[in-house]
């Protein structure tokens, strides 16, 4: 007998921001497939995982339906947050990773 979701599925990664203001909070969102029991989540910028400091806020799982919604806020952003951000879902072996979504920190005074 088969589980639901026993696999975790990332279902919706985190959506390019093309661009953003130096000093600008930023939200990214992942929605996952998943049963909560065992799910591990992790976010990645440039390919390596991020940690918890006080520049980031990670929440999650929020029930959205039947899928479980992640997120991660940078509070205020500068250059060197500028890359590729990843959603990773992993639980009993198996792991979703979302596709990369880009982030270009411009300085403030810059004009669109």
């Not at 039947?66 to 009993?92: P, W």
């Not at 411009?106 to 669109?112: A, G, L, P, R």
């Amino acid at each position: 007998m088969s589980l639901p979701f026993a696999e975790p599925t990332v279902v919706k990664g985190p959506q390019d921001l093309v661009k953003a203001s130096d000093g600008s909070a930023v939200i990214f969102s992942c929605s996952v497939a998943a049963d909560p029991i065992s799910l591990r989540f992790i976010w990645k910028k440039d390919g390596v995982r991020i940690r918890h400091k006080p520049k980031y806020e990670m929440t999650g799982p929020v029930k959205e339906g039947t899928l479980l919604k992640f997120t991660l806020k940078i509070k205020a952003t500068n250059m060197s947050d500028s890359g590729s951000y990843q959603c990773k879902a992993l639980k009993n072996g198996k792991i979703s990773t979302s596709n990369p979504a880009t982030l270009t920190v411009v300085s403030k005074f810059f004009t669109f």
